[in-house]
């Protein structure tokens, strides 16, 4: 029997002067679906086709202003970047 690959979710905060940072989750995948089943999925939720709020998705935020340096052209929003599998190692 196959067993369900996880799933890479790669994401990033891009502030207003275009510096990044990024982030990465795995998730377990156990009905097996496609990437592009859950990419389809993922879209219907996204704003604007890619942003989305990290804390609303329960996945770590990684804003570059967490020190409290926000300026006018921040926003709150991170950008989906890519969807993988990821393969499960069981430790023995």
Known sequence: ?????????TYLYRDAGNSKAWGEVVFSNPNDLSLTDIYTRLRKTFDMGCLF??????????FLYANGDVIAEDHSFHEFHSLGYRQTHLQM
């Open 1 to 9: 029997m196959k067993t369900p690959q996880a799933i890479k979710f």
């Open 53 to 62: 709020a990290a804390d609303q998705m329960q996945i770590p935020e990684v």
